[in-house]
């Protein structure tokens, strides 16, 4: 697993390498204008100690922040997602503190309105697996790396909102 912030647009200037988590790119770059992802897969955050808006990079190249979906070169922290093979689970919860109906989840969903009929997850329980939330239906919008655990309201996931329109597992291929 590796990752390169590159200062300047299509790979130049200065650079960091990083294969683990960082909570403050901040202190290697003052900004991000191009990343290179060797191998495995990250989130990468806007600002410094894992928030502000995410990103999800798999191996590949991004010449500038628009290839990635960035708003803007800033990039203060980034996430090594580990995978692993094998089943994903989560249960998922109309209501805070698990509460509501609850809805299983085993593999992709790229819409919940069509498959539960509901706009919004106030809570979540991660049995196995990463997983991306995303606001709009078919993985589109701001998107919220969920990893294994409990999650008894959306802002433990760092959503501003507990609008979820889809839902994808992390697989590296």
Same mark, same amino acid.
């Given at each position: 697993?590796?990752?390169?912030?590159?200062?300047?647009?299509?790979?130049?200037?200065?650079?960091?390498?990083?294969?683990?988590?960082?909570?403050?790119?901040?202190?290697?770059?003052?900004?991000?204008?191009?990343?290179?992802?060797?191998?495995?897969?990250?989130? @990468?955050?806007?600002?410094?100690?894992?928030?502000?808006?995410?990103?999800?990079? =798999?191996?590949?190249?991004?010449?500038?922040?628009?290839?990635?979906?960035?708003? =803007?070169? =800033?990039?203060?922290?980034?996430?090594?997602?580990?995978?692993?093979?094998?089943?994903?689970?989560?249960?998922?919860?109309?209501?805070?503190?698990?509460?509501?109906?609850?809805?299983?989840?085993?593999?992709?969903?790229?819409?919940?309105?069509?498959?539960?009929? @509901?706009?919004?997850?106030?809570?979540?329980?991660?049995?196995?697996?990463?997983?991306?939330?995303?606001?709009?239906?078919?993985?589109?919008?701001?998107?919220?790396?969920?990893?294994?655990?409990?999650?008894?309201?959306?802002?433990?996931?760092?959503?501003?909102?507990?609008?979820?329109? =889809?839902?994808?597992?992390?697989?590296?291929?």
């Amino acid at each position: 697993m590796q990752i390169i912030f590159y200062e300047n647009r299509e790979f130049s200037g200065r650079h960091f390498e990083c294969s683990k988590d960082c909570a403050d790119l901040l202190r290697s770059l003052s900004r991000c204008g191009s990343i290179r992802v060797e191998s495995g897969c990250f989130m @990468i955050y806007e600002k410094a100690n894992y928030t502000g808006n995410q990103y999800y990079l =798999s191996k590949g190249e991004y010449p500038d922040f628009h290839h990635w979906t960035g708003v =803007s070169d =800033s990039v203060g922290s980034c996430r090594h997602i580990h995978t692993e093979p094998g089943s994903f689970n989560m249960c998922l919860y109309e209501r805070i503190e698990f509460g509501g109906q609850m809805m299983d989840l085993m593999d992709d969903c790229p819409s919940l309105v069509d498959r539960f009929n @509901i706009h919004n997850i106030f809570s979540c329980n991660v049995r196995k697996g990463n997983w991306l939330f995303y606001e709009r239906p078919h993985y589109r919008g701001k998107m919220y790396l969920i990893r294994p655990g409990e999650y008894k309201r959306f802002s433990e996931w760092g959503g501003r909102s507990a609008r979820v329109g =889809s839902i994808r597992r992390i697989i590296d291929y």
